[in-house]
């Protein structure tokens, strides 16, 4: 894929950009590594003013920086603007709580035969981000705003169709005070990525992305014994039963579903309905679906922009084509939009089994699953019917069944009543083949820390 940045909204390319030579990118990993011999020892202050002043420099520049999102991804303005305003959050969130989260912890040395002991985690080294396009800033400031408050250096690679926003990132790092270093760019192509795994400075590395993509970093950074965080797909199931609020879970399925275009990996995906209120709940989520404003994502009229490329429109088109030969029902969408750009409408398909590949494969557009269960016990099971394990929904005002979905669910989380999203303050993460390890919160921070035992006698 090139390196460029191509307007999702009319299809046109509007820069491209050279890919840097191995050299430039050698020179690039030399850097990060002779500061971090540096920038490990400065303190978590230094690092929370650089940190306070990135959040400051996001905030001013939101307008500007938006505008780039939006014509690199096509995301539209408002939830641009919402995406840069949470990276402040989570900057300032670290900013704050790094010292604490990676304080020494005692331990009660009478009890391991010392004067003293204690746990001390301190940073790798130089960490490779892999980073998508469709949060082209929270990806990797979640990922950033830890790593270099623990300590690391960071190296980004992109994703190919964000170049403006990759190169920004590094910027804003540098004009807010950070050494020299500290967090680079490298615009490479995937196939370069191996190479710099490879590369002995290079201690971990973080990916979020396909699956293909985080079996390929897995795989060498096994064989090289480095470590890594993954964050790939997920088919995240919404659960609707009977003691639900009907009105407020169909409300909220039509964001969870829509969201970012469509294109969200905890995007609820999976709609399971028991059939006390499938009904009723079908009417409101056909209802609210069907009334979204699907056009230019500058406009502030606009629900839903396009999504990202031709072969995002033709893999979701496909998904909804081939449920249909196999039997599905199209509730509303599912007629790709005439004229520039790459449009798909929002779509609910019912009727879903598992001869269909919307059943297993992850659907990255705005096209809900919509299935019927008779039974908690047939929600559960029909949730859990996926190789991914991100997020999940269950709307109950039923204790039990809250429990029953907070402990069954195969997932990274669980949200009950609400919509799976992502806070600095909690972990975030999969099982299953939705990935392994943990961004944000206090586990976030610390997967790339050495967590060093210290006794002394």
Same mark, same amino acid.
């Given at each position: 894929?090139?390196?460029?940045?191509?307007?999702?909204?009319?299809?046109?390319?509007?820069?491209?950009?050279?890919?840097?030579?191995?050299?430039?990118?050698?020179?690039?990993?030399?850097?990060?590594?002779?500061?971090?011999?540096?920038?490990?020892?400065?303190?978590?202050?230094?690092r929370a003013g650089w940190m306070r002043t990135a959040a400051d420099?996001?905030?001013?520049?939101?307008?500007?920086?938006?505008?780039?999102?939006?014509?690199?991804?096509?995301?539209?303005?408002?939830?641009?603007?919402?995406?840069?305003?949470?990276?402040?959050?989570?900057?300032?969130?670290?900013?704050?709580?790094?010292?604490?989260?990676?304080?020494?912890?005692?331990?009660?040395?009478?009890?391991?035969?010392?004067?003293?002991?204690?746990?001390?985690?301190?940073?790798?080294?130089?960490?490779?981000?892999?980073?998508?396009?469709?949060?082209?800033?929270?990806?990797?400031?979640?990922?950033?705003?830890?790593?270099?408050?623990?300590?690391?250096?960071?190296?980004?690679?992109?994703?190919?169709?964000?170049?403006?926003?990759?190169?920004?990132?590094?910027?804003?790092?540098?004009?807010?005070?950070?050494?020299?270093?500290?967090?680079?760019?490298?615009?490479?192509?995937?196939?370069?990525?191996?190479?710099?795994?490879?590369?002995?400075?290079?201690?971990?590395?973080?990916?979020?992305?396909?699956?293909?993509?985080?079996?390929?970093?897995?795989?060498?950074?096994?064989?090289?014994?480095?470590?890594?965080?993954?964050?790939?797909?997920?088919?995240?199931?919404?659960?609707?039963?009977?003691?639900?609020?009907?009105?407020?879970?169909?409300?909220?399925?039509?964001?969870?579903?829509?969201?970012?275009? %469509?294109?969200?990996?905890?995007?609820?995906?999976?709609?399971?309905?028991?059939?006390?209120?499938?009904?009723?709940?079908?009417?409101r989520f056909v209802e609210r679906m069907s009334a979204l404003v699907?056009?230019?994502?500058?406009?502030?009229?606009?629900?839903?922009?396009?999504?990202?490329?031709?072969?995002?429109?033709?893999?979701?088109?496909?998904?909804?084509?081939?449920?249909?030969?196999?039997?599905?029902?199209?509730?509303? %969408?599912?007629?790709?939009?005439?004229?520039?750009?790459?449009?798909?409408?929002?779509?609910?398909?019912?009727?879903?089994?598992?001869?269909?590949?919307?059943?297993?494969?992850?659907?990255?557009?705005?096209?809900?699953?919509?299935?019927?269960?008779?039974?908690?016990?047939?929600?559960?099971?029909?949730?859990?019917?996926?190789?991914?394990?991100?997020?999940?929904?269950?709307?109950?005002?039923?204790?039990?069944?809250?429990?029953?979905?907070?402990?069954?669910?195969?997932?990274?989380?669980?949200?009950?009543?609400?919509?799976?999203?992502?806070?600095?303050?909690?972990?975030?993460?999969?099982?299953?083949?939705?990935?392994?390890?943990?961004?944000?919160?206090?586990?976030?921070?610390?997967?790339?820390?050495?967590?060093?035992?210290?006794?002394?006698?």
């Amino acid at each position: 894929m090139a390196i460029a940045t191509t307007n999702p909204a009319t299809g046109q390319v509007v820069k491209t950009f050279d890919p840097m030579s191995d050299a430039e990118v050698d020179t690039r990993i030399a850097r990060a590594a002779e500061t971090f011999a540096a920038y490990r020892r400065t303190s978590f202050a230094e690092r929370a003013g650089w940190m306070r002043t990135a959040a400051d420099l996001l905030d001013a520049e939101a307008e500007t920086t938006a505008a780039t999102m939006t014509l690199e991804m096509g995301k539209t303005l408002i939830s641009a603007r919402a995406e840069i305003a949470k990276c402040a959050r989570a900057a300032r969130f670290y900013a704050e709580h790094a010292a604490s989260f990676l304080a020494d912890e005692p331990v009660d040395p009478d009890q391991v035969g010392a004067v003293r002991a204690y746990t001390r985690y301190q940073p790798l080294g130089v960490v490779l981000a892999v980073m998508p396009w469709n949060f082209p800033l929270w990806q990797v400031v979640r990922f950033a705003a830890p790593a270099l408050m623990a300590g690391n250096v960071g190296l980004l690679k992109h994703a190919s169709n964000v170049p403006q926003t990759a190169l920004y990132l590094e910027d804003v790092f540098a004009r807010a005070g950070f050494p020299a270093g500290a967090f680079q760019t490298l615009l490479i192509g995937g196939a370069a990525v191996d190479r710099v795994l490879r590369d002995p400075r290079v201690a971990a590395a973080t990916l979020t992305g396909s699956e293909a993509a985080g079996q390929a970093v897995a795989a060498t950074c096994g064989h090289e014994i480095k470590k890594t965080v993954l964050e790939l797909g997920g088919s995240d199931p919404f659960v609707v039963m009977p003691s639900a609020d009907v009105a407020r879970a169909a409300e909220v399925a039509v964001t969870a579903r829509c969201q970012n275009n %469509g294109q969200s990996c905890i995007a609820a995906k999976r709609f399971i309905v028991h059939t006390e209120v499938y009904e009723e709940f079908t009417r409101r989520f056909v209802e609210r679906m069907s009334a979204l404003v699907v056009g230019d994502p500058t406009d502030p009229g606009t629900d839903v922009g396009p999504l990202v490329n031709e072969d995002a429109r033709v893999e979701i088109e496909g998904l909804v084509t081939d449920a249909v030969e196999h039997g599905a029902s199209l509730l509303c %969408g599912g007629q790709r939009w005439d004229g520039p750009g790459y449009y798909y409408p929002p779509t609910i398909v019912a009727g879903v089994t598992p001869a269909m590949r919307l059943y297993t494969e992850e659907s990255f557009g705005p096209v809900a699953a919509l299935y019927r269960v008779g039974s908690l016990d047939e929600a559960i099971t029909v949730a859990n019917a996926t190789s991914f394990g991100l997020g999940s929904n269950a709307w109950t005002t039923d204790r039990d069944e809250q429990e029953r979905f907070a402990n069954e669910i195969e997932a990274g989380a669980v949200f009950i009543n609400g919509m799976t999203t992502s806070y600095p303050q909690l972990p975030f993460g999969g099982i299953k083949r939705s990935g392994y390890g943990r961004e944000l919160s206090t586990h976030g921070i610390r997967e790339f820390t050495n967590v060093k035992s210290v006794w002394v006698g």
